[in-house]
């Protein structure tokens, strides 16, 4: 066993259910905003019941997923010197305005790339899967900022942007259903790493 190795399949399961979650409430909550447009007393608290679960689920994920995030890149500093990003800037990243547009993904590519090398497995190193999640994770926010620049989930907002809205919560769900994708092969390519280097 590789000393400090720490199994990340577990960190991506419970961030795949709050992703599941997520996806989930997020898309109700467009589709009521399309279904009652009027923003009516009775469709505005119907929306206020789903969005704060929601909201919760969206907490969640920011905290299981960088859990994760940090655990898969902390294993690939052990699987590999060839890692440059440390595991607090991979989750870091995401927080730094205009950075974030293309460091997370870089440090999500880097320990992929050494976690499949390091298990041997060199045909899923240019993987199509990170291009598309991040690809689908930019595409998402830049709807849903769309939407908020429409005037969001307010009253006078234009007519757009509940689809808006609903066209973001979809693009999520690609995401999502992308870095569970990412989080399972990721996991069991750093898994098997271990397991080929018990017998070295």
Same mark, same amino acid.
């Given at each position: 066993?590789?000393?400090?190795?720490?199994?990340?399949?577990?960190?991506?399961?419970?961030?795949?259910?709050?992703?599941? $979650?997520?996806? !989930?409430?997020?898309?109700?909550?467009?589709?009521?905003?399309? /279904?009652?447009?009027?923003?009516? %007393?009775?469709? #505005?608290?119907?929306?206020?019941?789903? $969005?704060?679960?929601?909201?919760?689920?969206?907490? /969640?994920?920011?905290?299981?997923?960088?859990? @994760?995030?940090?655990?898969?890149?902390?294993?690939?500093?052990?699987?590999? /010197?060839?890692?440059?990003?440390?595991? =607090?800037?991979?989750?870091? @990243?995401?927080?730094?305005?205009?950075? +974030?547009?293309?460091?997370?993904?870089?440090?999500?590519?880097?320990? @992929?790339?050494?976690?499949? %090398?390091?298990?041997?497995?060199?045909?899923?190193? %240019?993987?199509?899967?990170?291009?598309?999640? @991040? =690809?689908?994770?930019?595409?998402?926010?830049?709807? !849903? +900022?769309?939407?908020?620049?429409? =005037?969001?989930?307010?009253?006078?907002?234009? %007519?757009?942007?509940?689809?808006?809205?609903?066209?973001? =919560?979809?693009? +999520?769900?690609?995401?999502?259903?992308?870095?569970?994708?990412?989080?399972?092969?990721?996991?069991?390519?750093?898994?098997?790493?271990?397991? /080929?280097? #018990?017998?070295?």
């Amino acid at each position: 066993m590789i000393e400090g190795y720490k199994d990340p399949a577990p960190a991506a399961r419970a961030a795949s259910w709050a992703l599941y $979650a997520y996806m !989930a409430l997020s898309v109700v909550s467009a589709l009521l905003r399309v /279904a009652a447009p009027d923003q009516s %007393e009775d469709a #505005a608290s119907i929306g206020d019941l789903v $969005a704060i679960p929601a909201l919760l689920a969206l907490i /969640a994920c920011f905290i299981l997923v960088g859990r @994760w995030i940090y655990r898969a890149n902390a294993n690939a500093h052990r699987l590999s /010197a060839d890692m440059t990003i440390s595991p =607090g800037w991979a989750v870091g @990243w995401f927080f730094v305005p205009f950075a +974030n547009l293309v460091m997370p993904y870089q440090a999500m590519k880097e320990a @992929w790339r050494e976690s499949q %090398e390091a298990a041997g497995q060199f045909d899923e190193v %240019e993987s199509p899967l990170l291009p598309w999640w @991040w =690809g689908l994770w930019i595409g998402s926010n830049v709807v !849903a +900022n769309l939407s908020l620049m429409m =005037g969001g989930r307010a009253p006078d907002a234009l %007519e757009a942007a509940p689809w808006a809205d609903l066209v973001a =919560g979809f693009l +999520n769900i690609g995401a999502g259903l992308v870095l569970i994708q990412v989080m399972k092969r990721l996991s069991r390519a750093q898994d098997l790493a271990v397991r /080929a280097n #018990a017998f070295l």
